[in-house]
Structures are given as structure tokens and as C-alpha cells.
């Protein structure tokens, strides 16, 4: 069984609402809730918001009202830190549209069949990461996984740094550096993870065959904030890049119960 956990932040002004319905219905036709439970935490809501998750409370299994904005990373957590230690944790945004059903199942099997990956993220199409790519930042590997006769076949691809839109980190990892880390409210947390990842001796991967598509337009104030949050923090998470790599940071981030 893994934890699927989601930041949830909506406003009348960024008109999240109409993605998080989306998401959840696709959620709905894609997951089975008798493997798997999903849990939100709120850090901004309408009343639209109220409505969609009483819409979708069959499938919800329960609901974190944060009283202020704690940002991506520690609203996640506050999900995560209801795990167990062999759970894994699946961080899923608010935005994001899911078109295979069992796919769970899938992130689930690659950390089954190789324990040395620490992260299986589902692939944005926006993304740039190939292994035809020249920028050593960006380019990926393809990794047919240990097989037995019998068995599926599974490609992976291996990759430097994960986007966050839809990470299953695994019971492995979570248990070895805790749970997400960020500064501020917005930004890097994903690639924080990453680092964080291949510093404890996993590597990360995603499975570019399952398709999603991330149905936030952006180009609105929110999408401004957001870049200008990260701006902020840039040279920050610059020098704790370094400073994980170098061993000089403690990779772990406490999970608050």
C-alpha cells in the first residue's frame, strides 16, 4: 500500500479549483482505494474547494485544514508522517491528469525489483530531460531493470533530477533522509529530494511510458508568484546542494507526528 499525499492550495484568485477537480476524478478511474488511501492538506481553500472534496470523499481518506499557507513541502509531510515504516510515499500535485490505470502498481514494482531507487516519478511531456540531451543536468539514461524468465520486462529511465508532479519515494528512502524540505512556501523541494536521494545511495528514475498531462495553463498572477518564491531562495538552494554533496548537510528532514 503506498501514501498518496497532495498540497492542496486554492484561491478565488488562482482559480486552482477546476484542477483540482480534474485531478481527483482522474484519480478516481486510475487508482484502486482498496490497495491505496490519499490524503490532502489544505493550505488554501474556496468554497468550491469544500464542495470538490465532499464530492470525492469516497475515495478521500482524510483531510488536513491547514490554518496557514506551510508551503508544498510540510504539507506534504503532515501527510507522510502518518506512515508506517514500510509504506511508500506518493507526492502527487493538484494539477496533474493521470491516463493509466495501475499505475500505483507500476512505481511500486520498479522499487520491488531494484531497492536501489529511491524515487519513480511519473514524466511531464514538458519535461526536458532524454538521454539524447547534451547538458549533463538534463541528460538520462535508459535502464532495463534486474529480470527473472517469466517476468515483465521493465525500462526505467534513470535520471539526474525528479519534478515533483508525481514521485513515489520509497518506504527505503523516506526511512533514510525523513521527508520533503524546502525554503519559504514555493520552490526546489523536488530537486532538494533528488540530491538528497543519490547523496544516501539511491538513484531515481522515471517511467516515461505512462502518460499525464499537467492542466495548469500557468500564465496567470499565481504562476508569477510562484516563480518570484523561487527567485527568493535560488542562491539558498544553490549553497544546500553543495553542502549535501559535500557531506556537510545531515540528509535527514524530521517527520513530525
Known amino acids: 500500500m503506498s501514501i498518496i499525499a497532495m498540497a492542496v492550495y486554492s484561491t478565488e484568485e488562482n482559480k486552482k479549483d477546476k484542477c483540482l477537480e480534474k485531478t481527483l476524478a482522474s484519480l478516481h478511474k486510475t487508482v484502486d482505494w482498496k490497495k491505496h488511501k490519499i490524503m490532502l492538506s489544505i493550505n488554501g481553500y474556496t468554497q468550491t474547494t469544500k464542495d470538490i472534496i465532499y464530492m ?47 499505475w500505483v502498481e507500476e512505481l511500486e514494482a520498479v522499487v520491488a525489483i531494484d531497492p536501489k531507487i529511491g524515487q519513480a516519478a511519473l514524466k511531464r511531456k514538458d ?76 538513484y531515481n528514475v522515471f517511467l516515461p511510458h505512462i502518460e499525464i498531462d499537467h492542466i495548469d495553463e500557468g500564465g496567470t498572477e499565481y504562476q508569477k508568484w510562484k516563480e518570484k518564491e523561487a527567485s527568493l531562495v535560488w542562491q539558498k538552494f544553490l549553497d544546500l546542494a553543495k553542502a549535501y554533496e559535500a557531506g556537510k548537510e545531515d540528509l535527514y528532514h524530521q517527520l513530525n507526528k
Open 56 to 102: 470525492w470523499g469516497n475515495i478521500i481518506h482524510s483531510v488536513y485544514w491547514n490554518e496557514t499557507n506551510l508551503g508544498t513541502a510540510e504539507a506534504v509531510n503532515k501527510c507522510w508522517a502518518s506512515r508506517t515504516e514500510n509504506e511508500h510515499c506518493i507526492k502527487i500535485d493538484d494539477d496533474i491528469v493521470i491516463h493509466y490505470e495501475g
Open 127 to 202: 519535461l526536458r530531460q532524454c538521454p539524447q540531451e547534451e547538458s549533463e543536468w538534463f541528460k538520462s539514461e535508459l535502464v532495463m531493470l534486474p529480470h527473472k524468465a517469466g517476468e515483465r520486462w521493465m525500462v526505467v529511465e534513470r535520471t539526474r533530477d525528479i519534478m515533483g508532479s508525481c514521485v513515489l519515494h520509497s518506504a527505503d528512502l523516506i526511512n533514510k533522509v525523513g521527508g520533503l524540505r524546502q525554503f519559504g512556501l514555493y520552490g526546489f523541494e523536488d530537486s532538494l529530494c533528488s540530491i538528497r536521494s543519490r547523496c544516501a545511495g539511491f
